[in-house]
């Protein structure tokens, strides 16, 4: 079965770097493209970046354009966040979600790891 | 960046009919896909593109569009509904970004 599983949040101090992970199993994970998506506690969906299923081409939300790099393996079936210079707001939920096929249609999520962002 | 408006909250009593709506002028040019999120849960996928029900989500979950309003119809809700509903789409101003609604958050009473 389909499985995403976020890993590296944790609290880190603002201007600090952080790198979040999503280990795909259960498909063939180097023929879709992956979303991150990110929720600020108590507060609605954000999409944050994009990467094509072969890592070709990539896309930022712009409040996040800049400091965020999105990546993958897939010889190792993960895909990564990149975090730099974090804000407080950029305290959130990070998921990681499957892309049917270069659409909005996200038909697998995992669970989220939480970035808080403090001093 | 293109917006995508839901209203905030939605109520319905159990059994009846529900729509949740969504609008944007995105969707005049691109579908929108629903997702359901019940509290600490991850977003679940209940509709996307041309209105297709994923495998495992009840028929009673049905979807429309119409202009730039999308729609997700509930009909016979249940208590297992109540959850926030979220709209996407992709974004009319640069395609390959994605834009999300506030969301909805319906009470099935």
């Known amino acids: 079965q389909v499985q995403l599983v976020e890993s590296g949040g944790g609290v880190v101090q603002p201007g600090r770097s952080l790198r979040v992970s999503c280990a795909a199993s259960g498909f063939t994970f180097s023929s879709y493209g992956m979303h991150w998506v990110r929720q600020t506690p108590g507060k609605g969906l954000e999409w944050v970046a994009v990467i094509w299923y072969d890592g070709s081409k990539r896309y930022y939300a712009d409040s996040v354009k800049g400091r965020f790099t999105i990546s993958r393996d897939n010889s190792k079936n993960t895909l990564f966040l990149q975090i730099n210079s974090l804000r407080p707001e950029d305290t959130a939920v990070y998921y990681c979600a499957r892309d049917i096929g270069d659409s909005s249609d996200f038909d697998y999520w995992g669970q989220g790891t939480l970035v808080t962002v403090s001093s | 960046s293109s917006e995508l408006t839901q209203d905030p909250a939605v109520s319905v009593a159990l059994g009846q009919t529900v729509r949740i709506t969504c609008q944007g002028d995105?969707?005049?040019?691109?579908?929108a896909s629903w997702f359901q999120q019940k509290p600490g849960q991850a977003p679940v996928l209940v509709m996307y593109t041309k209105n297709n029900r994923p495998s495992g989500i009840p028929d009673r979950f049905s979807g429309s569009n119409s202009g730039n309003t999308a729609s997700l119809t509930i009909t016979g809700a249940q208590a297992e509904d109540e959850a926030d509903y979220y709209c996407?789409?992709?974004?009319?101003?640069?395609?390959?970004?994605?834009?999300f609604g506030g969301g909805t958050k319906l009470t099935v009473l």
């Open positions: 995105s969707l005049r040019s691109y579908y």
């Open positions: 996407n789409t992709r974004d009319s101003s640069d395609n390959h970004h994605v834009v």
